[in-house]
């Protein structure tokens, strides 16, 4: 089985604004008979297959170089479909669920037994997605089956945001790529675990921990999600655990206790750097390039939104660019700010300076 899913293949890539009957017809029959396509959503671009499908869903750790024991999200079309993924909802859960679908928002749930343990990574709880992306949806209803799809990035990369990332990381390794422009959140969906009393955000993203309280009344945080595991910590979602969204750049995140103080730091850092002969970088909000004037240094955006979506495409960027280290302004946890750190965070590898 494995070497079918080393060969190199002719991939074809659509453009979903020209061509998306076409495309769509064509990516769900590669779907529905046991292939890989890569779909574009709200959040960032995922690798698909039929979740029912044990040897398509080994194709995809396969592809990816995943770890097998990082389970997948199980992503659906309707209501309808979630009687036969997930079990025993609470009424907290289906409230979330009826608030935050379809949208950036994955829940945990007790496991049906039809799900296949590959899916699962064992576990005896899944995550499920209702996509917002129209494509997304299309896609799966047309495929006629639930479809898991982790980020269409190779593992360890920065989750592709745009076509070309997801073409420089998987072109050759699967039949069918959809092109769907930009991804509107540019982070991963939020991942709340919701088989408890109260909801437990494992993965901050685009359906914020303020947004969850505000719906549910409570809401917990894990701690993972800024400090990293401890080492000997048991991860509540095997995804934490995982050194992520690397670029070849070493990233380095500056906090502190004021944007000058910050700017000062990155500055002196950032002059250093190059007198060494090499090549740093600086990303910030637009609102502070300024502070930067006659060095290297890419805006992110006006707000923490702006920045979320805009982040992974920045870090595979600055590759391009040629950088050999990014000086990253860590900007407030509120609101999708926590996600925009707890990813930058371990695309540092927890590297962080306090100025
Ligand atoms: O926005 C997204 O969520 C994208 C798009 C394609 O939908 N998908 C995505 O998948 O980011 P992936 O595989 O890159 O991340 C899934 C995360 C991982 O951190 C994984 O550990 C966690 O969800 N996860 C999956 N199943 C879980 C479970 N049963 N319990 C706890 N965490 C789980
Ligand atoms: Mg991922």
Not at 125 to 134: C, F, Q, S
Not at 242 to 261: C, I, Q, R
Not at 316 to 342: C, H, P, Q, S, W
Request: charged share 25%; proline share 5%.
């Amino acid at each position: 089985m494995s070497s079918a899913w080393k060969t190199k293949l002719n991939t074809e890539v659509y453009d979903l604004r020209n061509e998306y009957d076409k495309a769509l017809d064509r990516a769900a029959g590669v779907i529905s008979t046991g292939g890989l396509v890569v779909m574009p959503t709200e959040t960032v671009y995922g690798l698909a297959a039929n979740a029912r499908d044990v040897n398509a869903v080994r194709g995809i750790f396969l592809v990816k170089g995943r770890p097998q024991d990082n389970p997948l999200i199980v992503h659906i079309a309707d209501m309808e479909e979630l009687s036969g993924i997930a079990v025993d909802l609470s009424d907290m859960a289906k409230k979330a669920l009826r608030a935050f679908w379809p949208g950036p928002f994955t829940a945990v749930l007790k496991k049906h037994e039809s799900i296949p343990l590959e899916v699962t990574a064992g576990l005896n709880t899944v995550a499920v997605r209702m996509p917002a992306l129209k494509a997304a949806r299309d896609l799966i209803k047309r495929s006629g089956c639930p479809i898991a799809a982790p980020s269409a990035n190779t593992s360890g990369k920065p989750s592709p945001t745009c076509a070309k990332h997801v073409i420089d990381d998987l072109m050759g390794k699967v039949p069918v790529i959809l092109d769907g422009g930009s991804s509107e959140y540019g982070v991963e969906s939020t991942v709340c675990d919701l088989t408890g009393d109260v909801p437990v955000v494992l993965r901050p993203g685009g359906v914020t921990a303020e947004m969850i309280e505000k719906e549910l009344g409570a809401v917990t945080v894990a701690g993972a999600v800024l400090d990293g595991l401890k080492p000997d910590e048991k991860a509540l979602s095997p995804g934490m655990k995982y050194k992520h969204y690397s670029p070849a750049a070493k990233v380095v995140v500056v906090d502190g206790k004021d944007t000058n103080t910050i700017a000062f730091t990155i500055k002196n850092r950032y002059d250093i750097e190059e007198s060494m002969g090499r090549t740093p970088l600086i990303l910030c909000l637009d609102e502070h390039t300024p502070l930067y004037e006659g060095r290297r240094v890419r805006g992110m955006g006006k707000n923490q939104s702006d920045a979320a979506a805009k982040l992974f495409y920045e870090l595979r960027e600055a590759d391009e660019l040629g950088a050999d280290i990014i000086y990253f302004e860590a900007v407030k946890t509120e609101g999708m700010g926590l996600a925009v750190m707890n990813r930058v965070l371990r695309a540092a590898g927890f590297d962080v300076i306090y100025s």
